[in-house]
């Protein structure tokens, strides 16, 4: 009896082991089972794993040797129970390393991309079978994610009809903002401009008293299609028109209409001469200078636009207003992709570890991972008395690099702004009103395609060479008849050549995949 209950007893103590290090394939992701457990009690050995992301051009981070030695790594693996072996790859250089580390015969066990699971830094490795499905193993093992996340972004990171990849996302795609100098409103004596010819009045105004540029513009129209956004034919966007899904500046009538006001705004001396040709870097000298009245850029960017501006030009006041509107009610600016990173996990990953990555990432909603990212170790780099929170802010160079990296670490949450970092600065509260309040309510939506239309690529100068940018070709015409070297009443015949020279193939393989249902996205205007 006894030596029964012993092979009994030992039988069963191999087809625990059999479970718990797998059997089966690890090419196929293995059913999940729920569990109750936390990281810490059902994982009392620290899961280890590899992990390749982006230095994001941090210095600290390209001038680190060992990130495994870093500080703030050790203690992310202790409040997490990890233990972490990470590769930073140079951001400019992200997008043609990735599909490299991809190619070899062996890959982290999580790796990061730029975008979603269509992105130029896959290279199809989706498709290929690279990665891990992870719906039901999320849901189970990372049940805060999940409910965190917003739907657009998972679908964003899926790839027919299964979630691939863990993203970093925007709570809030309405990023970009209408700035004003709202200490020169006041000397107008206008009020807040509410449409697009109410905005004209008021940059007339900023160049009576003496503002050498009332709206600031930048080359390629990056940053400075308030007025196409206020008539609805941004040019990277697309939309249904007469059973096509065509790009919006096929509008003929409206494109027409802002054009002329742009023309309108050069003539009147509202925007630079050279506007065509303003770099991103003159474009921001101008603006901190004090030389602008008003300008377009990311709302996060309001508390570094009101410091630098106030050390040339003191008292002076920024304010984000809502973006002018067109006759048709239209206002803002195009919706950015829901998702700015996401993180894949490697097909060959066995199920424990996969468990322990899936955990380490549901940690990062956490309300402990807010306050160790944004303000770093109690007692070191913040105090805490009664809930209220003293942040040592970084005070030189070396200090906000470390700052930056820290936060670098933070894979996962809501990238729209460092909410708790914040409200504890000047013109914080501020910020916060103009992102839930002003921009929630403006916006314009678009038909986006996930994984690219395959014509861009055959018809490159009829595809936009960055996000939030027309093609170059309807680039041309536009600054060409906003300088009358084109009359704008030829704009019907800047869509009949974009037709001929490969947009109709264009418009047609759009078409066939919205009615198919085939990687598309649909955003709705705010």
Known sequence: MKRAAYFILAAAVILLFCYLTGSADRSAAPSPQPTQEGVKESSPQPTAFSLAISNGASPYAVNMADPSEDRWVKQ??????TKLSISLISLKDFDRRMPVILAGDTYPDVVQMIGGASSAAMAGSVQAGLFLPLDDWIKTYAPNLWKAVPPEAWKETSFEGHIYGIPAWLGNPSRRATYIRSDLLAQTGLPVPRTVDEFLDVLRAFKKLGVEIPYEMRENFKYADVIFGAYDVLGYQFEVRNGEVVPKFLDEKHMMKALQVYRTMLMEGLIPEDFATVSSTEYTHDIEAGRVGSWTANAAGLLDFHTKLRAS???AQIDIIPSPEGPEGTKGYGLYSSVINSFYINKHVPKEKLIGILQFFDWMVSDEAQRFFSFGIEGDTYTEDHGTIAYHFPKTREEQDVETFRELLWLTHDLTINRARTELVPGGKDLLHALDVTLPKEGLGSIVFV?????FSAYPDLASERPNQAPPVIVDHMVKMIYGKEPISDWPKVVREYRER??????????????AKQGVLIQHNR
């Open 502 to 515: 490969g947009g109709n193939a264009i418009i047609q393989e759009a078409t066939a995949r919205y009615r």
């Open 451 to 455: 994984p690219e239309l395959e014509s």
């Open 313 to 315: 030009v003191p008292g």
């Open 76 to 81: 992310l693996e202790a409040l997490t129970n």
